[in-house]
């Protein structure tokens, strides 16, 4: 007994780091937290007496039941999009903590976990453990079978991926993210006074739904009123680079639910283009802006 007790207190010493390890690489707040309690059920059970560093221990043993975890949820991929179109701000199927979920998703950036499900399980661990988390090479190859230099090219592919453009993208990167921050700021504080101004007179905003149906309104009058509809979502945004350019990611809980894309000219919005359909965001090419 007391030896479970003093196994007990160790994990309750890393379990802040165990659930974060495990959300940055699940995504899911109740899917990070079941990966830490079976990484509990499976110390209790184990013979430690040999293991001389328990929280790399600890912290291998939950990465390799959450790269379980992301295996088998790939297998049922086909159908998540398609089943997850609910309003932006309601509570999904497997949010059992809305509050607590935002907040995570919010301190790692919901744009790096919309990118970061867009790699495979075995890139996405071995970006996650080495690129966040510091864990060695050798100690992650083990885990997505594969060599040490194998491992290397897994998370330097998922780098590319992650941060893709941003390094390519054009001069003007910050002058466009400094106006859709803007942007966002106006939004989430409904000034509609500050919207306008960033938007050039003949702007464009189109919005193509799921059912087929778009919507296109011109004008930069026009489209602040439409913009009213925003201000609930923007709570869920950020900024991220959408096919090389600065644009938008509405993502509740780090689910990705619609992409902005703006086309600006000089110091204004010329153009907003709004994708919801599942199968149009699936081909969208999505970066994290650094800063």
Same mark, same amino acid.
């Not at 007496?49 to 929280?55: I, K, T």
């Given at each position: ?10 994990? =309750?010493? *890393? ?5 974060? %390890?495990?959300?940055? #690489? @699940?995504?899911? &707040?109740?899917?990070?937290?079941? +990966? ?57 199927p497997d949010v059992t903590?809305? =509050?607590? *979920? ?5 301190? %790692?950036?919901?744009? #790096? @976990?919309?990118? &970061?499900?867009?790699?495979?399980? +075995? ?75 960033? #938007? ?33 979502l923007a709570q869920f ?48 090419? #999505? ?5």
């Open positions: 007994m007391e030896k479970l007790d003093w196994l007990a207190q160790a994990f =309750e010493a *890393e379990r802040s780091h165990l659930r974060a %390890v495990a959300y940055q #690489l @699940l995504g899911s &707040l109740w899917e990070a937290e079941d +990966a830490v309690q079976e990484t509990w059920l499976h110390l209790s059970r184990s013979d430690t007496g040999a293991v001389r560093n328990l929280d790399g221990w600890l912290t291998t043993v939950v990465a390799r039941i959450s790269l379980n975890m992301l295996r088998a949820r790939k297998l049922r991929r086909e159908e998540s999009l398609e089943a997850a179109e609910l309003e932006p701000g309601t509570r999904e903590d809305p =509050e607590q *979920e935002a907040l995570m998703a919010d301190s %790692v950036g919901v744009a #790096l @976990l919309v990118v &970061l499900d867009r790699l495979s399980p +075995a890139e996405r661990l071995a970006f996650v453990l080495h690129d966040i988390f510091a864990v060695p090479f050798d100690e992650i190859a083990p885990l997505v079978e594969r060599s040490e230099t194998a491992t290397r090219q897994l998370a330097s592919r998922a780098r590319h991926l992650v941060h893709a453009g941003a390094t390519e993208a054009s001069a003007d990167l910050p002058a466009s993210r400094e106006l859709v921050d803007a942007f966002l700021s106006a939004s989430r504080e409904g000034s509609f006074e500050a919207l306008l101004a960033l #938007l050039d007179p003949d702007i464009v905003y189109r919005a193509d739904w799921p059912s087929g149906q778009s919507l296109v309104v011109q004008g930069a009058a026009a489209v602040v009123k439409q913009a009213r509809a925003f201000v609930r945004a950020q900024p991220a680079l959408v096919n090389g350019a600065v644009g938008v990611v509405v993502a509740p809980f780090g689910r990705l639910r619609y992409v902005a894309q703006f086309t600006i000219t000089g110091s204004k919005i010329k153009e907003i283009h709004v994708m919801a359909d599942p199968a149009v965001l699936r081909q969208v090419h #999505l970066a994290v802006l650094s800063g």
